[in-house]
C-alpha cells in the first residue's frame, strides 16, 4: 500500500497540556507535534512524569489540552469519544467484580444499546480472539492477572474500534507473561490491521512491538525523538536477540539520555 | 511423654470427687441436697468420666462430642434434683461442685467440638451450627440453676422456665404486640428512612451543593436525642404506630444516608474512566458502575439500621400509645411487677431484632457476592 493513500488517524499540533497545582504550573505537555496513520504500531516511551499516558489520556479525551490542536479520525477527541472510535486498556484490567467475563466485555456494547444477540456474537468473537473461550461464566477475581488483561483487550476490541489505545497494559505482569502477550498483541494487531497507540516504559518491548517509536522526556513532557521501524510484521521473540533490533534498542536509549532520562 | 495435662477434665475430676467424698460422709439430708442415690450416682460417673478422659487426654471431634453428651445428662439430673426432689432454695456446696464440674467438662467437649473440620460441607456446617446453640443452652442451664439454686427473686430475675413459661401462655398478646411495633411501626418507618437516605443520598451526589448543605442538617438530624423526638412525633402522628413508624424513619434517615453517600464514590479511578471512555451517560455510570460499587456500603446502612429500627420503634412506645405493642407492654408490665412478661417481651424483640438482622445479612451476601470479604474461588 502506498504511503499517501494511508489517512492520518491522529495529528497533534503544537499540542500543550498545563496542570494547575497549588506548587504551580506543571507542564505535562509541551508543543507535541506527531502523526499517526492508519495501521501504524506506534509506542510512547520514556521515563515516569514524561507526559506519555497523558498525551494518550488527551487522545482519548480523558484529558483536555490547554493549547494546540489535536484530532482523533479527523474530528476532535470528545467527538471520536462519543463516536466510540476508540478502545481503551488500562494499566489495571478495571473488570467490575460483580460481572461475569461474559458481562464485563459485553458491558461497552450494553452502554452502546447493541441487542443482545449481537452483543453476545461480539463477545464470543472477542474472547476467542484473546484466547479465552470457556471462560465466560468466570467472575474476573477467579482469573489469572494475565487473563485478566486479556479480558480486558477483548473488551476493548468489542467496540471494533479502529483505533486501540494501551496504557502499560502489561506493566503489572511478570516477564514471561509479558512476553507471551506481546507475541499474541503483535498476531492480533497484524491480523486485524488496527492501529495501535502504546504507552510503555520497556525498551524491549517498544522495539519488538512498533513500527514508530516517540521517545519522550520530562519536565516539561516532549517529543526528543520519532523512530521508524519497518520491521516484517510477523516478527517472534527471537527477533529480539537480531542486531537489527539491538541497532533500534541503542537508538531508543540514546534518545532517552538525550533526554536526560538517566539524571540522578 | 511431653503430653499437656488436661486441665479441665482434671478440675471436673476434682470437683466432683470432691462432691463424691461430700456426698459419700455427711449424707445428712437436713442440710440440703446430699443422700440422694441419684445425685450419688450421678457424681460417680462425672468422677470416671473426668478421670477417664484426663488419662487417655482425648481430644477429637468426638470425644468432645462424647462429652458434651454427659454434660447433659448431668444437666438434666440438676434439673431433676432442683425441681423432681424439690430442693430449689436449700442446695449444699456438693451442689455447686457438681455443677462447677459440669462446667469444666461443657467447656473441653465444645473445646474439642470446635476443632471440628470437615471437607463435607453439611457436616460441617451442622457442627458449626451446634456449637452456639450448646454454648447458649448451657448459659440458660447456668440461668435456670443459679435463679433456682439460690431462690433469686422473680422480680429480680426470673428462670429462662419461668419465662417460657410465660411466652408460651401468651401468644396471642405477644403476636398482637408484634404485629403492631414490628409489621405496622418498624417496617414501615424502615422502609422509608432507608428509602428517602437512598434517594437523597444519589440527589445530594448528584447536586454538589446540597452535599455542603444538607449533610451537615443531617448530622445534626442524627444527633437528636430520641425520647426527646418520640414525644413530638406522637403529638405530630397521633398515638398510633405513625408517630413510631416517624421515630424510626429519623433514626434510619441518616446512617442509609451517610452509607450512600460514600459507597457512591467508592468506584475507582480507572472504572470510571473506563465508562467515560465509552461515552457513558450519567444514569448509565450509576446503573452499571457506581451504584453496584456501593452495595457493601449500601448493605453495611440496612444491616445497622435493622437494629436500630427495633430500638427506635420500642422506645417511642414509651411516649404514648394505643394499649397494644411491645414497648407499651414492656412499659405497663413493669409497672405492675410482671417481670416474666417482660423478659417474654424482649425474647420477642431478640427473636425478630435477629431474624432482621439475618435476612438484610443474607442478602448481602447473595448481591455482593463478588466482594473481597466473601470472595469464594
Not at chain 1, 106 to 128: F, H, Q, S, W, Y
Not at chain 2, 26 to 50: K, M, N, R
Request: one cysteine or more; hydrophobic letters at 50%.
Amino acid at each position: 500500500m502506498p504511503e499517501t493513500t494511508k489517512r492520518n488517524v491522529v495529528t497533534c499540533e503544537d499540542l500543550s497540556l498545563t496542570f494547575e497545582t497549588a506548587d504551580g504550573p506543571v507542564f505535562a505537555l509541551s508543543e507535541i507535534n506527531l502523526q499517526v496513520s492508519q495501521g501504524e504500531f506506534v509506542s510512547f516511551i520514556g521515563p515516569s512524569g514524561c507526559g506519555k499516558t497523558t498525551l494518550l489520556r488527551t487522545i482519548a479525551d480523558l484529558e483536555k489540552s490547554t493549547s494546540g490542536s489535536i484530532l482523533v479520525n479527523g474530528v476532535t477527541p470528545e467527538a471520536a469519544r462519543m463516536n466510540r472510535d476508540y478502545g481503551y486498556v488500562f494499566q489495571a484490567s478495571a473488570l467490575y467484580p460483580w460481572r461475569t467475563i461474559e458481562n464485563n466485555v459485553a458491558l461497552p456494547l450494553e452502554i452502546m444499546g447493541l441487542a443482545k444477540a449481537e452483543r453476545d456474537a461480539r463477545v464470543a468473537k472477542n474472547l476467542a480472539l484473546v484466547d479465552l473461550l470457556g471462560f465466560e461464566n468466570k467472575f474476573p477475581w477467579q482469573l489469572s492477572g494475565g487473563m485478566q488483561q486479556r479480558v480486558s483487550i477483548a473488551r476493548a476490541l468489542c467496540l471494533e474500534p479502529e483505533l486501540l489505545l494501551m496504557d502499560e497494559p502489561f506493566g503489572a505482569l511478570d516477564e514471561i507473561v509479558r512476553d507471551h502477550l506481546n507475541e499474541q498483541l503483535l498476531r492480533l494487531w497484524n491480523k486485524t490491521n488496527k492501529t495501535v497507540i502504546f504507552v510503555t516504559h520497556s525498551i524491549p518491548e517498544a522495539v519488538f512491538l512498533s513500527t514508530k517509536i516517540v521517545v519522550m522526556s520530562p519536565r516539561p513532557g516532549r517529543i526528543i525523538d520519532v523512530i521508524d521501524c519497518g520491521f516484517a510484521r510477523d516478527r517472534t521473540l527471537e527477533f529480539r536477540e537480531s542486531p537489527e533490533f539491538l541497532e533500534v534498542a541503542h537508538r531508543v536509549r540514546e534518545g532517552l539520555r538525550a533526554g536526560h532520562s538517566y539524571d540522578d | 511423654m511431653s503430653r499437656r495435662p488436661d486441665l479441665f477434665c482434671l478440675a471436673a475430676l476434682a470437683f466432683s470427687g470432691a462432691a463424691l467424698v461430700m456426698d459419700l460422709l455427711f449424707s445428712d439430708p437436713a442440710t440440703g441436697i446430699a443422700g440422694a442415690p441419684l445425685f450419688t450416682a450421678a457424681l460417680a460417673l462425672l468422677c470416671s468420666v473426668a478421670g477417664w478422659w484426663s488419662w487417655k487426654s482425648a481430644t477429637t471431634p468426638g470425644h468432645g462430642l462424647a462429652l458434651v453428651v454427659v454434660v447433659i445428662g448431668g444437666a438434666v439430673v440438676a434439673l431433676v434434683l432442683l425441681y423432681g426432689y424439690g430442693y430449689a432454695g436449700q442446695v449444699s456446696a456438693t451442689f455447686w461442685l457438681f455443677i462447677l464440674a459440669l462446667w469444666a467438662l461443657a467447656w473441653r467437649g465444645i473445646d474439642c467440638l470446635a476443632a471440628f473440620s470437615s471437607l463435607n460441607a453439611t457436616r460441617q456446617r451442622l457442627v458449626d451450627t451446634l456449637i452456639p446453640v450448646l454454648f447458649g443452652a448451657w448459659l440458660l442451664f447456668l440461668w435456670e440453676v443459679l435463679v433456682a439454686g439460690f431462690e433469686v427473686p422473680h422480680v429480680l430475675l426470673p428462670p429462662p422456665s419461668a419465662i417460657a413459661a410465660r411466652f408460651a401462655g401468651s401468644l396471642d398478646i405477644l403476636r398482637a404486640d408484634f404485629y403492631q411495633t414490628f409489621m405496622k411501626a418498624v417496617l414501615a418507618g424502615y422502609v422509608i428512612g432507608c428509602g428517602s437516605g437512598f434517594a437523597v443520598a444519589v440527589l445530594v451526589d448528584r447536586v454538589p451543593f446540597l452535599q455542603r448543605g444538607l449533610l451537615p442538617l443531617g448530622n445534626l438530624v442524627s444527633a437528636l436525642p430520641i425520647v426527646g423526638v418520640a414525644p413530638i412525633m406522637v403529638m405530630w402522628f397521633g398515638f398510633d404506630w405513625q408517630s413510631k413508624a416517624a421515630v424510626v424513619v429519623i433514626m434510619t434517615f441518616f446512617p442509609m444516608l451517610v452509607n450512600t453517600v460514600t459507597g457512591l464514590s467508592e468506584a475507582g479511578a480507572l472504572e470510571r474512566d473506563l465508562m467515560r471512555s465509552y461515552g457513558a451517560g450519567y444514569w448509565q455510570n450509576l446503573f452499571k458502575l457506581r451504584l453496584p460499587a456501593a452495595l457493601p456500603f449500601i448493605f453495611n446502612a440496612l444491616k445497622i439500621n435493622s437494629t436500630l429500627a427495633m430500638i427506635g420503634a420500642i422506645v417511642a412506645e414509651f411516649f404514648g400509645t394505643p394499649t397494644v405493642g411491645m414497648g407499651f407492654r414492656i412499659s405497663t408490665e413493669v409497672g405492675r411487677m410482671n417481670v416474666d412478661m417482660v423478659w417474654a417481651e424482649i425474647v420477642v424483640a431478640a427473636i425478630a431484632g435477629s431474624a432482621f438482622y439475618g435476612v438484610m445479612a443474607l442478602l448481602e451476601r447473595k448481591f455482593t457476592f463478588w466482594h473481597a470479604s466473601y470472595r469464594q474461588n
